[in-house]
Structures are given as structure tokens and as C-alpha cells.
T-cell receptor, first 114, second 113 residues
């Protein structure tokens, strides 16, 4: 099946710093990628939909100035958590949609903000 | 608002027991439905999906799900669970705009050997 990678897998940063997370579709092109946040013992919460070459669409309640998304190519989308705070600590997961309308998920990135 | 509901938060079974996990979605019209599994320490994997056709869908590892349109349900079943089925199970549906997946809260399945 299709493979989606994320980098880094784990990051620890100080409060106030910015962190960039990369999501890559390794063997297919994805015009649409999605960013989710997974809280402990909770489901995935869709944060935003990232479309190649255009602005991301953010879900209600998600601050677009805090969670910057860039989808510069058909295989790469990035999520930048700006001025991170401890409450931003979470597991961030991306997915990429294939031509068959299936979503393939990355392994996730564990962000810890001290 | 569109939503996906999973009624069982935590299910505990012994090996060889039968499994059924409930899933309901909140909106009508065309739906695309999925079950994903997340094993401890691993990322989400697709178990099975329903787009159209036969409402009884067979997936990997002996899992199946039945789409019942009149009940807005897509329950996951397995006749005999194994210890290795211990995982988090998520039901999901593509939203009406066709742009994103909406997930249920997940069900933790614990299987004792």
C-alpha cells in the first residue's frame, strides 16, 4: 500500500519556539493532505485540509496563525506550530489522499512543549 | 453537525470470543465508511471500507462490517478474536463535502489470552 512518512517522529521544544513537522507521500502524489491532532485516549481531530498550491482550509476552532500549513508540492506538506506552548503538546498525524479517495496515514509526530 | 459515534469505549474479551463494535454516523445521502485500527505504538491502518455495493464488507485479519443504511450503522465484527487484536479501533466517514474523514472517538479492545 501507499506509504506516508512524517518527520520528526518525536520533538521536544521550549515554550515560545516554533516547530516544523513534515509529511511526505513516498510513492504517490497527493493533491490533498490532512493534519490531525490526537489527544490521549481520544479520537483524531481534523485540524486542517491542505491542498497543493493553495491555502489550507482550517476546521472551526483551529488557529491558522498558530498552525501554519504549507503544501508546496504533490508529495510534501508541512505543519509549523508557531510559538508553541505546553497545551500544544500532542500527537500530530498527517494523512494523504490517493486518487482512489483513500487516506493513508503517517506514523505521527509526538510534540512535547516544555 | 456531522458526526460518527462509537458506543463502546472499552471492550474486554477473552481469546476466541466474538466481537462486535458499534458505529453510527449522523447524516444521510451517500456515505463512504471506514474502520481503522491502531496497534500499540503503531500508526493507523485501514481494516476495511465501504463505498457502495454489497453492504457486507470483508477486510483484513478476518474482520468484516455491515452497512445498514436504515440504521445509519456500520458495525465491525469478528467471529473469534485473538490476543493480537488488542488495539484501538476507529470508525470513520467521509464528510458530506467529500473533503475529509470524520472519526469516532475510538474503542479500545483488550483481548486476554
Amino acid at each position: 500500500g501507499a506509504v506516508v512518512s512524517q518527520h520528526p517522529s518525536r520533538v521536544i521544544c521550549k515554550s515560545g519556539t516554533s516547530v516544523k513537522i513534515e509529511c511526505r507521500s513516498l510513492d504517490f502524489q497527493a493533491t490533498t493532505m490532512f493534519w490531525y491532532r490526537q489527544f490521549p485516549k481520544k479520537s483524531l481531530m481534523l485540524m486542517a485540509t491542505s491542498n497543493e498550491g493553495s491555502k489550507a482550509t482550517y476546521e472551526q476552532g483551529v488557529e491558522k496563525d498558530k498552525f501554519l500549513i504549507n503544501h508546496a508540492s504533490l508529495t510534501l506538506s508541512t505543519l509549523t506550530v508557531t510559538s508553541a506552548h505546553p497545551e500544544d503538546s500532542s500527537f500530530y498525524i498527517c494523512s494523504a489522499r490517493s486518487g482512489r479517495n483513500e487516506q493513508f496515514f503517517g506514523p505521527g509526530t509526538r510534540l512535547t512543549v516544555l | 453537525a456531522q458526526s460518527v459515534s462509537q458506543h463502546n469505549h472499552h471492550v474486554i474479551l477473552s481469546e476466541a470470543a466474538s466481537l462486535e463494535l458499534g458505529c453510527n454516523y449522523s447524516y444521510g445521502g451517500t456515505v463512504n465508511l471506514f474502520w481503522y485500527v491502531q496497534y500499540p505504538g503503531q500508526h493507523l491502518q485501514l481494516l476495511l471500507k465501504y463505498f457502495s455495493g454489497d453492504p457486507l464488507v470483508k477486510g483484513i485479519k478476518g474482520f468484516e462490517a455491515e452497512f445498514i443504511k436504515s440504521k445509519f450503522s456500520f458495525n465491525l465484527r469478528k467471529p473469534s478474536v485473538q490476543w493480537s487484536d488488542t488495539a484501538e479501533y476507529f470508525c470513520a466517514a467521509i464528510n458530506q463535502a467529500g473533503t475529509a474523514l470524520i472519526f469516532g472517538k475510538g474503542t479500545t479492545l483488550s483481548v486476554s489470552s
